[in-house]
């Protein structure tokens, strides 16, 4: 079925490049709707670059705001310029077939993924990294919506086809991004119960308590318990919101070598790319997504660095801490709920964690964590993650045949 991937055919790159068009094209990510490559074109006068990436996106998939990414992307390479790649153009075009494509195209930032790297680092590399990370994550922190400088580069989105712009610029009291459109603090805990939600089975409810605008989540799961928030709390989010990237991965993070002053040459941070998730969210937010990716990857100990140095930039609000709660009980329902059938991805997580030894603290900021009494944690190489993902599916595989067996041969009685 390659043949219906999408590609940047001769009808795309005319438009996108006119009469400067690539000398060379590396797809970095290919499927039905979608395609992200890199492309090295050729010197041209009116240009200031000479490799960049595109992404293109099926109109009919439902593709993200771009504008509204390009929108968050600017403001931050505002603040924290030289990691944030530069946003050279969006817009919309048709390929041969005729049909629709959003597409940007943005600056390539050279270097080597901190997934690929970090278990080449030294652990003063790991941590100078990582505090490199939480100071760029801090300058962001400091950007409101209600900032000029925002405010501006919202206006001239706008101007330059941005629709999706305008609530931001015409609405009291919201905040959001491209990932959960422009809502209130209502709207975002519904927001985060919808992308949690599992088609057959519930394992968490979320309901008004009588005519207050309260909010009580409750686990399905008794030892899970459940929790109250207060309108006076969830009002209290559009104001604290500020500038969130809000994928903060190993994947999402380029480091190059660079000299040092005792001679050697380490890794440093240099780019922090994929703004799909960015937008202006209250900073515990961030905070708590922050253990829905965990165990994505080999790198745990990455994350549980990061979460330490991150937990010290958020404010400890009530308002804050019952976000970051809200989002804890709702993801660690989910995972149990999918980790008791025969979900792949929870039982990944749930195996990492095991052998991580890891152990939820009594501090909603922390969260995972490890004791020091187990000593220093070993990430997992690509190999020997590859074979515990391999393994599951096995586990699985056979799980799920005992049970179609089983069911079949109870129907045949």
């Not at 240009?47 to 593709?63: A, F, I, M």
């Not at 975002?188 to 979320?206: A, G, H, N, V």
């Not at 928030?229 to 809000?246: F, P, Q, T, Y």
Request: glycine share 6%.
């Amino acid at each position: 079925m390659a043949d219906r991937d999408v590609k940047p055919d001769e009808c795309l790159l005319t438009h996108i490049f006119a009469d400067n068009q690539p000398k060379s094209i590396s797809i970095f990510l290919q499927g039905w709707d979608k395609c992200v490559f890199k492309v090295e074109l050729p010197k041209d006068p009116q240009n200031d670059y000479t490799t960049c990436v595109v992404r293109l996106e099926s109109e009919d998939e439902k593709p993200r705001n771009f504008a509204m990414i390009a929108a968050m992307q600017r403001i931050a390479a505002t603040i924290i310029p030289g990691l944030v790649p530069k946003t050279y153009q969006i817009g919309k075009a048709t390929n041969a077939q005729g049909r629709l494509f959003h597409f940007s195209v943005v600056e390539l930032i050279e270097g080597v993924l901190l997934e690929d790297a970090w278990h080449l680092m030294s652990a003063g590399e790991q941590n100078s990294v990582v505090a490199d990370l939480v100071e760029a994550l801090q300058k962001l922190h400091s950007v409101r919506l209600c900032d000029d400088m925002a405010q501006q580069v919202l206006r001239k989105m706008l101007r330059e086809d941005g629709e999706e712009l305008r609530p931001f610029l015409e609405t009291l009291d919201v905040f959001g991004g491209p990932h959960t459109g422009v809502l209130n603090g209502h709207g975002l805990l519904y927001s985060i119960m919808e992308k949690r939600k599992l088609k057959k089975s519930s394992f968490c409810t979320m309901d008004p308590i009588n005519d207050s605008q309260d909010v009580r989540i409750q686990s399905s799961f008794e030892d899970m318990g459940s929790m109250t928030i207060n309108n006076s709390d969830i009002s209290k989010w559009a104001g604290e919101s500020v500038l969130c990237h809000n994928d903060l991965t190993p994947r999402n993070l380029i480091l190059q070598r660079r000299p040092s002053a005792d001679g050697k040459s380490n890794y440093k941070l240099a780019g922090i790319i994929d703004w799909e998730m960015a937008g202006f969210y209250p900073p515990s937010y961030e905070l708590g997504l922050q253990d829905t990716y965990f165990c994505a990857d080999r790198h745990v100990s990455f994350y549980l660095l990061l979460k330490e140095h991150m937990k010290n930039i958020v404010p400890r609000s009530s308002s804050q801490i019952a976000l970051v709660q809200a989002n804890a009980l709702i993801y660690e329902s989910q995972q149990r709920k999918l980790s008791n059938g025969t979900n792949i991805s929870s039982h990944i997580r749930k195996r990492v964690m095991e052998n991580s030894k890891l152990t939820w603290d009594n501090d909603p900021y922390v969260g995972w964590t490890r004791s020091s009494q187990d000593g220093l944690l070993p990430d997992y190489s690509s190999a020997a993650f590859h074979k515990l993902e391999d393994d599951l599916v096995e586990e699985m595989i056979a799980r799920r045949k005992l049970k179609a067996d089983f069911n079949s041969t109870a129907q045949s009685q």
